[in-house]
C-alpha cells in the first residue's frame, strides 16, 4: 500500500532568516604547506598509526584551495544566503604567535570577496579545531597563553576581514575541542587526561569572552557569538541511577557552557563532580566568558540516550540511523531550542550545522539521497516547530555544502548535499542538494510575493519521509 502523505504548511520564514550551508577549513582545503602555512595539530594527528579509520589526511581533502572560485559557484547555484566557512589559523599566522602569512591571509580575502561578489554572507569561524601545531607544543589549548594568542589571531582577522564579514564565531564546539581532543583523546592532539580537557574548556571558554570584549573594544560592529554543539538527554529509564547520570552528562555537554556563556558560572554539580580536575579560574575570568554576544550557534545532529549500564544500543531506538550510528530524531532539535530559549536569556539562535552522513551512490551524474533529503526537510520542519513556540531563530545551515574530510572516520563517512569524487574532484549535485535548491526558490518566491509558504509533503512510511515542497 503506498504511504500516505503528510502536508504540511511550513510558515514562511522571516524575511531575515538567514539560510546557508557550511564546511571548515580542514576538512576541504587540502594544501598543507601552500605559500607558507604552518602544520595543525590535524595534520600532525593524521600521521598518528591509527588515528585515522581510513589512514587519510587532509592534504588533498577537497582542494577547495585550488577550486574555490567553482566551489563559490556551485554555493550560489543553490541560492543559499550565507555560507559559513572557517579559517585555518596556521595558515595566516603559521606558528599561532609571531609574523603573519600575506599569502594565506589573501586567500581568505579573496574568498570573501568572491562571496560578496555572489551577493552571499559570509559567516566566519575563527576557531574550527586546526590550531597550529606550534602552539600544541607549548601545552595547546590546556595553556593560558594560548587564550592571548587567539586573541590577537581574532584581532588579526578582523581588522583585514570584519567590514566584509556578515558574522564572526570564535570556536565551534568547544565540548568537542576539549573532551575528544584532550579526554577521549579520538581527536586531535590526541591527549588523554580529564584535568587537562577541563583546563582546555575554561580557556577556550575565556578565549571566547576575551576575544569579543577586545574586538568590541577596537569599535568592530561584526556580529559576535560562538557555535555549541548540543543534543537533548533522554534517561533510557526511569531508574534514578539513570536520571542522574542524564543530569550529570547535560550538566557536562549544555549547562558547562551555557551556565558560564549567560549565568556568570560553572554548574556546581559538574564542579563538585570534577573534583580536582575542575579548572582553575582566576578572577575575572568569568565575567569575560559571560560578555554579552550578538548570536548563539548549535550544532544538531542527534539526541543522547543516557544509560547508568553502559552505552544504549541506538538500534533498540526503532529509528532510522544514519552511516554515523546517530539516531535521526528531528523532535529533538525542537525541544533543545525551546529548552534554551525558556532557561537562558538567549541571543538570536541558529542552528549552525545538521545533516547526516549516508551511504551515497553516484549512478548517471546522480546521487538520489533521498534519506538526506529527508532528514534536511524533518529538521526545517523542527525549527520550523521552535519559532512556532516562541523561540526567535535567525537562520539554518546544512552541513555540509561538500562531501569532506570527517576527522577520525576519514573520508569514509559523507555529508555533503555536493558529491565529492576524490579521485577526479568532480563536484556533483545529489538529491537533497537540488532539494534544498528548490525549497529555498519556494521560500524567496512567498517572501516576494508575500504569498503563501511553501507546502512541503511529508509521508509516515518509514518515520515520516519528506519530498519536495509543493505550490499550492
Ligand atoms: C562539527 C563539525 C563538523 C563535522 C560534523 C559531522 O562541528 O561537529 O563541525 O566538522 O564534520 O559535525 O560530524
Not at 557569538?225 to 542524564?246: F, W
Not at 558560564?260 to 556546581?268: H, V
Not at 509516515?460 to 499550492?472: G, R
Request: include cysteine.
Amino acid at each position: 500500500m503506498p504511504a500516505q502523505a503528510i502536508y504540511r504548511r511550513l510558515p514562511r520564514f522571516p524575511d531575515e532568516f538567514v539560510w546557508g550551508v557550511a564546511t571548515s577549513a580542514f576538512q576541504i582545503e587540502g594544501a598543507p604547506t601552500l605559500d607558507g602555512k604552518g602544520p595543525s595539530i590535524w595534520d600532525t594527528f593524521c600521521r598518528q598509526p591509527g588515528a585515522i579509520a581510513d589512514g587519510s589526511n587532509g592534504d588533498v581533502a577537497c582542494e577547495h584551495v585550488r577550486r574555490w572560485q567553482e566551489d563559490l559557484d556551485l554555493i550560489k547555484d543553490l541560492g543559499v544566503d550565507a555560507y559559513r566557512f572557517s579559517v585555518s589559523w596556521p595558515r595566516v599566522r603559521p606558528g599561532g604567535s609571531g609574523a603573519w602569512n600575506a599569502k594565506g591571509l589573501d586567500f581568505y580575502e579573496q574568498l570573501v570577496d568572491g562571496l560578496l561578489a555572489r551577493d552571499i554572507k559570509p559567516y566566519l569561524t575563527l576557531n574550527h579545531w586546526d590550531l597550529p601545531d606550534e602552539l600544541q607544543q607549548q601545552g595547546g589549548w590546556a595553556s593560558r597563553d594560548t587564550v592571548h594568542r587567539f586573541v590577537e589571531y581574532a584581532q588579526g582577522i578582523t581588522q583585514r576581514l570584519g567590514d566584509r564579514l556578515a558574522s564572526i564565531t570564535t570556536h565551534n564546539e568547544p565540548w568537542v575541542i576539549a573532551v575528544l581532543g584532550y579526554e577521549t583523546g579520538i581527536f586531535a592532539p590526541g591527549i588523554k587526561d580529564r584535568a587537562t580537557a577541563m583546563q582546555a574548556t575554561h580557556h577556550l571558554m575565556l578565549s571566547h569572552g576575551l576575544a569579543v570584549q577586545a574586538l568590541r573594544a577596537e569599535g568592530h560592529a561584526t556580529p559576535l557569538g560562538i557555535v555549541l554543539n548540543l543534543s537533548p538527554m533522554h534517561a533510557a529509564t526511569d531508574a534514578p541511577q539513570d536520571l542522574e547520570k542524564t543530569r550529570l552528562e547535560d550538566g557536562r555537554l549544555l549547562r558547562w557552557y551555557m551556565d558560564p556563556l549567560f549565568k556568570g558560572a560553572y554548574p556546581d554539580d559538574v564542579v563538585a563532580y570534577l573534583g580536582d580536575d575542575a579548572p582553575t579560574v582566576q578572577s575575572g575570568d568569568m565575567a569575560a566568558i559571560s560578555t554579552p554576544m550578538d548570536f548563539l550557534g548549535v550544532n544538531y545532529y542527534s539526541r543522547s540516550v543516557i544509560s547508568a549500564q553502559g552505552p544504549w544500543d541506538v538500534n533498540s531506538s526503532g529509528r532510522e540511523i544514519t552511516d554515523m550510528g546517530w539516531e535521526v530524531y528531528p523532535e529533538g532539535l525542537t525541544e533543545l531550542l525551546v529548552r534554551m530559549h525558556r532557561d537562558y536569556p538567549v541571543p538570536p539562535l541558529y542552528v549552525t550545522e545538521n545533516g547526516g552522513a549516508f551511504k551515497d551512490h553516484l549512478q548517471d551524474g546522480r546521487v538520489h539521497d533521498h534519506q538526506r533529503r529527508d532528514f534536511i526537510a524533518r529538521h526545517i520542519s523542527a525549527v520550523a516547530d521552535a519559532m512556532e513556540q516562541g523561540v526567535h531563530m535567525a537562520g539554518y545551515m546544512v552541513w555540509s555544502l561538500l562531501d569532506n574530510f570527517e576527522w577520525a572516520s576519514g573520508f569514509e563517512k559523507r555529508f555533503g548535499i555536493v558529491h565529492v569524487d576524490y579521485t577526479t574532484q568532480c563536484r556533483t549535485l545529489k538529491d537533497s542538494a537540488l532539494w534544498y535548491r528548490d525549497f529555498l526558490r519556494a521560500q524567496k518566491a512567498a517572501r516576494q510575493n508575500r504569498g503563501p509558504a511553501p507546502t512541503m509533503v511529508l509521508s509516515n512510511q518509514h518515520n515520516a519521509v519528506a519530498a519536495a515542497p509543493v505550490q499550492d
